[in-house]
């Protein structure tokens, strides 16, 4: 999987909360959306990428979101807001995305998840 999709151990560059509970990490975007909002190397909770966007007028949708596992979480919140064609690209990839993953997990002899996701809104 790709390495910017890890979840790692620090808090939010921004406001400096623990990712737990209702601190979410913020969604993976495409780089050229992050840059927009954020230093590459930083980490933001959902909350400070909002704010950050809200501030500089831009509108997060989910064709700025990276279509990887990760962003399974945002995916709902997102999709609902999202024409029905972003929709349908944006599973496609994230189904390619998967499938590779569990051909990769399948050649280094890991048992496969299928997460919920991508067999839903099929
Ligand atoms: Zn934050």
Excluded at 42 to 48: K, Q, S, T
């Amino acid at each position: 999987m790709d390495e910017d999709c890890d979840v790692p151990e620090r808090n939010c560059d921004d406001c400096g909360r623990q990712f737990e509970g209702d601190v979410r990490m913020a969604p993976v975007l495409f780089n050229g959306t992050w840059r927009r909002l954020a230093h590459s190397r930083e980490l933001l909770c959902g909350e400070c990428l909002m704010a950050r966007a809200k501030a500089l007028e831009l509108n997060i949708t989910l064709a700025d979101l990276r279509p990887c596992e990760f962003n399974a979480d945002w995916f709902e919140e997102f999709a609902d807001k999202a024409p029905r064609e972003i929709v349908m690209v944006w599973l496609k990839w994230a189904r390619l995305v998967d499938e590779n993953y569990r051909l990769w997990q399948k050649e280094m002899g890991l048992a496969p998840t299928v997460p919920a996701w991508a067999s839903a809104r099929t």
